[in-house]
């Protein structure tokens, strides 16, 4: 399914921020934080809100599940919101991202209180660090690492992706910086729903293993 048509699945009353959205994932200059890795996430999304009898129809392809959206409207609209302002400035982004969720979804009439919500999850990918207990927040984090745990030659193919968005550094220094972001990862107990940590846990820590083999060598 296309993401113009998932939109319009979801919100068909309010094709303009659809639109508008798909315009920012499609900037030309994205090469990781494009309508790939949206459409990962929103993948990622869809399994974290399943119970396993429907994660298994929906990978069976069961046609009664063609249309499953398991995840809250905030929840949804965060993994639409997360990554809309991408400038290569981590931090700076998701929260520019968070601030874009204020202005547009109240003016397309959201209210304020479900704007504040998608605002609050957009903020917490910085960092995929949610408090315990909060739900959606560890849901939304985990759909946005699911990459982590994706098939070997994805997870590389998002490493170069992701390189290819800093060519500011030299090679010495993404190295560094990478090496940084890896050890991170395999050092924090990355997925925090049990579903994440089922669908991803093992493969994510083997692919970080590698990568940063890879780094040291």
Do not use: I, K
């Not at 207990?133 to 946005?144: K, L």
């Not at 050092?187 to 093992?202: C, F, K, V």
């Amino acid at each position: 399914m296309s993401l113009a048509r998932r939109w319009a699945e979801d919100w068909p009353t309010r094709p303009e921020v659809g639109v508008r959205l798909l315009g920012l994932w499609e900037e030309p200059r994205r090469r990781y934080h494009g309508p790939q890795h949206l459409a990962e996430v929103l993948a990622a999304g869809e399994l974290l809100g399943c119970t396993r009898a429907e994660r298994l129809a929906l990978w069976f392809h069961d046609a009664s599940l063609h249309a499953v959206r398991p995840l809250a409207r905030a929840e949804r609209l965060a993994l639409w919101f997360h990554d809309a302002v991408q400038h290569g400035r981590p931090g700076e982004d998701e929260r520019a991202s968070a601030a874009l969720a204020l202005r547009w979804l109240p003016a397309a009439g959201w209210s304020g209180a479900e704007a504040a919500e998608v605002a609050r999850l957009v903020a917490l990918t910085e960092h995929h660090r949610p408090a315990a207990g909060d739900g959606p927040g560890a849901r939304v984090c985990d759909a946005d690492l699911a990459v982590l745990g994706a098939p070997p030659e994805r997870y590389r193919e998002s490493v170069a992706q992701l390189r290819a968005e800093q060519p500011a550094l030299d090679d010495a220094q993404w190295r560094a910086a990478r090496r940084a972001v890896v050890e991170d990862l395999l050092g924090a107990h990355r997925y925090a729903t049990t579903t994440g940590r089922e669908l991803w846990g093992a493969r994510a820590r083997a692919n970080l293993r590698d990568e940063l083999s890879s780094l040291r060598g």
